[in-house]
């Protein structure tokens, strides 16, 4: 009882809420604030049971995720844990029901865990996700929920971290009756099967003599129980089970994560040991969980991508309402952008230029949705009334009413200021004109038209649909309404929408210039190809920079070169290899030859003439081979990102570090374990990693010199954490 949380009656039954928004979190004061009720509700008299309940939203989201920083940094000192509090819960005299709506995740499963029973609406979700902050259920999840759903399923759970329904965790056994209505008072009778009672709630209405019908609120609910039923009692689900198949299918799944593992031994050790035994083991690994940095990136992630929605000066909140959206290009890009539209239930209208083009689009929109229907994660009529909101057009007709047109041809400059001046002079007013280019200047393409507050950059990912990073290019003169409208949009189509400013390539593109460039200069210097990408694939990257040039099209930097050849400062080294490799016709998959030869299902093979030609190359530069380590190989891309990074921050490109973090994650494939490249550089130290870049200036020239940033905070030893915009 106190601010946090409040004991109400509801005749014979106490009720316990919670008042901790948004998520009701466990910060502090909220389990002493529970136990404190339970405590009351058993001394009293008149009450015969407890229900808790969330208030708000949720039930809880688990334990207060700012805590743990704060625990890792000094800040402040551990309290007194969890698991004595929900020990004394378990121990109450008097049967203690949660009742869940929203999520019971983490350390609020626990909680329920720790409850004698438990209920839910159907829409509820319950889950152990710790370990997508890089941590394991912390008290008692691991084994409490062993108990109730089985050792091999708890494992399963606790290392995956994904979520079920309530219908699924009534199934295993993990919530005892899903509430039909009111979830606190609905008087609804329902039948449920008596195999799925619990044997003291089934005996209760037996007693009752109506063993089929109860009242699935969780206040009548609690009327009926006869008494307390502790998890931590119950033995009959515990078994060894099949380790060693769950953590290959973990590190195959979750390469390079420590925490899931964690998990595994955690449930395990509920099979062999007691109650209490497996308590201190889970603490244990809990702990060596809680410092490492694959908690730290994971726990800087999830606050990073809550965090970029949020830009000074732009409001909160956007009622900038898309009922209709304009596409131009039905290429891969325009496709999957309008894709993501009609997903979201927005109507499209999709213009080419000749019928060809557009019937392609279309037919490779419609074998995307087939692909996904057969797999069974879409059904046949969705993916029909998804197909049904898209209007194929070769004309203008019809963008007076859109209310927002994207441009998604391809890359140059001339054709994405013909087709804004033709936008500007049909599209609406106060209509959003975007862009989808990855290197042109926003402000450039808005000066065709006569509203350039009103145009903007929406720079999606390939592939579009599936990809979850947009860049929000801002231009010099992109209004305050259409960068915030951009950010509803980007949350409305599932997106990670991020703020950047204009600058060739932007954030994403700028930056992963220097790191492919320092891939190919590896490659001329000594390293072989696949060695190449090897490094940087067991560093966690989705794939190495040699194989993503194929998979994204070599071509497609191959034509951007071109046109920007002029902007080249003369007697700087640039990559030798990969214009020659487009001018042989060698794209990359699309192709089935580029850095790699790929067979017909697209695996990758090595290719000789491809070494040959490096070294060839090499030659003909004057390039004297050698062996290039691993922790060359490794340091010289990433640290390539984080030094064009730092200059980024430094231009306020990127507004804070967490941005760019947040855009590596979402866009190139970075492994969120490592935090993001200014996250990892942090948590290397700036020192080390200036230091490292000085010795690459001293070996490599100019194109390693130090952004002055990144030495600023290295001599001050801080981090671009620390780095606040003047
Ligand atoms: C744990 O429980 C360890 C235990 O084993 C105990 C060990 C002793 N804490 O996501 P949203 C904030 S580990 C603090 O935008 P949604 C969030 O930052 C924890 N804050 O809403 C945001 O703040 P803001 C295990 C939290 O509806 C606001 O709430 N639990 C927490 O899209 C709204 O969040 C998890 O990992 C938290 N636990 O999604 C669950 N959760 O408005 C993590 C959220 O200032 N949370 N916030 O930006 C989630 O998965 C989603 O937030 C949830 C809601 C599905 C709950």
């Known amino acids: 009882m106190n601010s946090l949380v409040q004991l109400t009656r509801e005749g014979a039954v106490g009720v316990i809420t919670i008042h901790n928004p948004p998520v009701n979190a466990l910060s502090p004061g909220v389990p002493e604030g529970i136990l404190a009720c339970v405590e009351a509700i058993v001394a009293d008299g ?35 844990g969890l698991n004595p509090i929900l020990e004394q819960i378990e121990n109450a005299a008097k049967p203690v029901v949660a009742a869940i709506h929203g999520t019971a995740f983490g350390g609020g499963l626990e909680v329920a865990m720790a409850c004698h029973y438990r209920v839910a609406v159907a829409g509820a979700q319950v889950g152990q996700p710790e370990v997508k902050l890089g941590l394991i259920p912390g008290a008692g999840g691991t084994q409490r929920l062993p ?52 044997p003291v709630f089934l005996r209760d209405l037996v007693a009752r003599q109506a063993p089929f019908a109860l009242l699935s609120g969780a206040v009548a609910f609690a009327m009926t129980l006869a008494a307390p039923r502790r998890t931590s009692g119950l033995t009959a689900k515990l078994a060894e089970f099949d380790r060693d198949s769950l953590t290959k299918k973990v590190t195959q799944k979750l390469r390079g994560r420590q925490a899931p593992l ?40 999830f606050f990073g991508e809550r965090e970029v929605s949020k830009v000074p000066g732009i409001a909160g909140k956007s009622d900038f309402a898309v009922r209709k959206a304009a596409i131009i290009g039905a290429g891969t890009m325009g496709g999957g952008i309008t894709m993501n539209y009609v997903n979201a ?13 557009l019937d392609k689009g279309m037919a490779t929109i419609r074998r995307n949705y087939e692909s996904t229907v057969a797999k069974g994660r879409l059904s046949r009529e969705e993916a029909e009334r998804r197909l049904a909101l898209i209007t194929p057009a070769l004309s203008y007709d019809g963008f007076e009413d859109a209310d927002i047109v994207v441009e998604a041809v391809f890359e140059g400059l001339d054709l ?33 038209t006569k509203r350039p507050q009103d ?66 200069f590896l490659v001329e210097e000594g390293a072989s190809i696949p060695e190449v990408d090897e490094v940087l694939y067991e560093f966690g990257m989705a794939m190495g920079p040699l194989s993503v040039g194929d998979l994204a099209g070599l071509d497609v930097g191959w034509r951007i070169r071109k046109e920007f050849k002029h902007l080249e400062k003369p007697g700087i080294r640039q990559p030798l290899v990969e214009d020659q490799l487009c001018e042989m016709g060698r794209f990359g998959q699309k192709t ?52 064009e990074g730092a200059r980024i921050l430094e231009e306020g490109i990127a507004l804070r570090s967490v941005d760019i973090d947040i855009i590596y994650l979402n866009g190139y494939g970075f492994p969120a374990h490592r935090g993001g490249p200014m996250f990892y550089a942090d948590t290397v130290g700036l020192d080390k990693v200036y230091a490292r870049i000085c010795e690459f200036e001293r070996a490599h020239g100019e194109l390693w010199t130090p952004a002055p940033l990144l030495k600023r905070l290295a001599l001050e030893g801080k981090r671009f954490a620390d780095f606040q915009p003047e």
């Open 46 to 80: 008149k009450l015969r049971a407890a229900v808790l309940i969330g208030s708000g939203r949720t039930f809880i989201a688990g334990a207060d995720i700012k805590e743990f920083g704060k625990i890792t940094s000094g800040e402040r000192t551990r309290g007194v």
């Open 147 to 198: 108990r109730l759903v089985g050792s091999a399923k708890a494992a399963e759970l606790c290392a995956f971290g994904e979520p079920i329904s309530a219908q699924v965790a009534f199934d295993l056994g993990l919530v005892d009756c899903i509430a039909d209505g009111d979830l606190l008072r609905n008087t609804r009778k329902t039948e449920l099967p008596a195999a799925n009672l619990s």
């Open 262 to 301: 964690r998990a595994i031994d955690a449930v395990a050790a509920a099979a062999r040991m007691s109650f209490e035994e497996g308590l201190a083991e889970e603490a244990r690994l809990f702990q060596e969980c809680l410092y490492s940095d694959e908690s730290k990136s994971l726990i800087h992630a």
């Open 345 to 357: 239930g927005i109507p499209v209208l999709l213009k080419e230029t000749t019928q060809e083009a």
């Open 416 to 448: 994405k200021k013909k087709i804004f001046t033709e936008i500007d002079a049909v599209a609406r007013p106060g209509a959003i004109l975007a862009s989808n280019t990855s290197t042109l200047s926003i402000d450039e393409i808005a000066s065709a």
């Open 455 to 520: 145009v903007i950059g929406h720079h999606y990912f390939s592939p579009a649909n599936v990809m979850r990073l947009l860049e929000i290019v801002r231009g010099k003169a992109s209004s305050p309404e259409v960068i915030g409208a951009s950010l509803a949009i980007g949350k409305k189509l599932g997106k990670v929408a991020v703020v950047v400013g204009n600058c060739r390539g932007f954030v994403g593109n700028r930056m992963f210039h220097p790191y492919r460039r320092e891939a190919q």
């Open 592 to 643: 089935r030859a580029g850095w790699y030869q790929y067979d017909e299902q697209r695996n990758r093979l090595p290719d000789k003439a491809v070494e040959a030609l490096v070294r060839q190359a090499a030659r003909d530069a004057g390039i004297e081979r050698r062996n290039v380590s691993r922790e060359e190989i490794l340091d010289r891309c990433i640290y390539g990102l984080v030094n």
